[in-house]
């Protein structure tokens, strides 16, 4: 089974508009992190927000914010008043347990475009 | 900006020629980790260092060595280079302090092997 499911390819989205991306995740640990990272057409790969398994709140970053689900296993990115800057690759990823294991499993991504 | 820089950021080489990528960064951070990226797989950890000369395994190791002798470096070394080997690869530090456990990446290498 995959541990990180991104079901939308690619989305299109107007300026301005907020935007969701999906993403499920599947593990039996009860310490986790989910991790969502920007990789524009340049290339690098960007950190943009974390979420911790024991976190009560959902996280927030200036414009992102993560929607944890916790019992239906889903942490999708929000991007609000979404920017043409916005349009990038975006990778859902996960952390297993807090230590021993140092693997980032990452989702195969999201192409988002930016509608002007 | 974590510090990570890798050299050289293209190469093109031919298959069965040892290829060594490096990764260098300025800020004395203990972990290490070096992944690759092929469409439809995201990214997948390749080797990891959690200190001067202490190295691990990571989900697609075969065909791939590490080593790191200071902690500023941390090599990867195709031994013998393969056609399957020709991806994009990033290398990763973990931050400590912060959101914790986050890893920060790398420009990247674009490997290209013939």
């Known amino acids: 089974a995959q541990k990180i499911t991104q079901t939308q390819p690619g989305m299109f989205v107007q300026e301005k508009e907020a935007v969701t991306l999906d993403c499920t995740y599947d593990?039996?640990?009860?310490?986790?992190?989910l991790f969502w990272y920007k990789q524009p057409s340049s290339g690098e790969m960007i950190f943009l927000i974390y979420?911790?398994?024991?976190?009560?709140q959902n996280a927030t970053e200036g414009r992102y914010s993560l929607n944890f689900q916790k019992a239906r296993k889903s942490a999708n990115l929000v991007i609000s008043a979404s920017q043409l800057g916005d349009s990038a690759m975006y990778f859902c990823?996960?952390?297993?347990?807090?230590?021993?294991?140092?693997?980032?499993?990452f989702g195969t991504g999201t192409r988002l475009t930016i509608i002007p | 900006d974590a510090g990570i820089t890798q050299s050289p950021r293209h190469k093109v080489t031919e298959t069965g020629t040892p290829v060594t990528l490096r990764c260098h960064q300025t800020?004395?951070?203990?972990?290490m980790y070096w992944y690759r990226q092929d469409p439809g797989h995201g990214l997948r950890l390749i080797h990891y260092?959690?200190?001067?000369?202490?190295?691990d395994k990571g989900e697609v190791s075969d065909g791939y060595s590490v080593s790191r002798s200071k902690t500023e470096d941390f090599l990867l070394t195709l031994e013998s280079a393969t056609s399957s080997q020709t991806s994009v690869y990033f290398c990763?530090?973990?931050?400590?302090?912060?959101?914790?456990?986050?890893?920060?990446f790398g420009p990247g290498t674009r490997l290209t092997v013939l």
């Open positions: 260092s959690y200190g001067v000369k202490d190295t």
């Open positions: 990763a530090i973990r931050a400590s302090g912060g959101s914790p456990d986050t890893q920060y």
């Open positions: 593990t039996s640990d009860p310490s986790y992190g």
């Open positions: 990823a996960m952390r297993e347990g807090i230590f021993g294991n140092e693997k980032l499993t």
């Open positions: 800020e004395n951070h203990r972990y």
């Open positions: 979420q911790g398994s024991y976190d009560q």
